[in-house]
Every structure is written in C-alpha cells, then in structure tokens.
C-alpha cells in the first residue's frame, strides 16, 4: 500500500489504518535471530548447555529479548486499534447528539 493510498485510509476508515498498521509493525515471517528453544527437546537442551554454555545463554537472552519487544510491538498495535475504534465510537456518538439536538429543536418549533 502506498502513502496516498494509506492516508486516504487513515481518513476513511480509522480502525482499519490502525489494523494496517498492527500487522506492518508485527512483521511477517522472517528469519528469526535465534535459535527457538521451544522447539528443541529436553536432550538437544541439555547438549547444547553443557557443549556451549556461553552460546546457550546468548541465545536465551536473545529469543528472551526478542520475543518480549513482539509483545510490546503488539500491545502498541492494540492500542492503536481500540483508540482508533474509540475515536471512531466517539464520533459516531456526537454525530448521535447532534442528530437528537436537532430534532429536540424541531420540536419545539
């Protein structure tokens, strides 16, 4: 999506930009810059600890890390979202007001 594209997004539909933006910020499949521990079992753990201590702990703190700033990467996107949706919310709610207003007035006339 290109910039005009994107800004005229951003105006017409608010919620969606924001969803836009949550899945640009999340990132898509790519390499990632550690070897997932998750996926090894108790024994390659085990091995590998007692091969390369210094490397095992390396790798730790690097999936530690990464995986925590994807959670903050997330949670940033949330917000954006529900505070896109809230802006929204809110002026589907004055455009509301204003409709009974005007016909709390064209009442008394």
Same mark, same amino acid.
């Given at each position: 999506m290109?910039? !005009? @594209?994107?800004?005229?997004?951003?105006?017409?539909?608010?919620?969606? =930009?924001?969803?836009?933006? =949550?899945?640009?910020e999340l990132g898509s499949e790519e390499a990632l810059p550690y070897k997932d521990i998750t996926q090894m079992s108790r024994? #390659?753990?085990? !091995?590998? @600890?007692?091969? !390369?201590?210094v490397g095992f702990e390396r790798n730790l703190h690097r999936q530690v890390h990464y995986e925590s700033q994807q959670a903050k990467a997330h949670l940033r996107a949330e917000a954006r979202v529900q505070s896109a #949706?809230?802006?929204h919310a809110s002026s589907h709610d004055k455009m509301v007001s204003r409709i009974a207003e005007q016909l709390r007035q064209s009442r008394r006339r």
């Amino acid at each position: 999506m290109d910039q !005009d @594209e994107l800004m005229d997004l951003k105006e017409s539909d608010p919620v969606a =930009y924001a969803r836009h933006l =949550y899945n640009e910020e999340l990132g898509s499949e790519e390499a990632l810059p550690y070897k997932d521990i998750t996926q090894m079992s108790r024994e #390659q753990l085990e !091995d590998w @600890e007692a091969e !390369d201590p210094v490397g095992f702990e390396r790798n730790l703190h690097r999936q530690v890390h990464y995986e925590s700033q994807q959670a903050k990467a997330h949670l940033r996107a949330e917000a954006r979202v529900q505070s896109a #949706q809230m802006g929204h919310a809110s002026s589907h709610d004055k455009m509301v007001s204003r409709i009974a207003e005007q016909l709390r007035q064209s009442r008394r006339r």
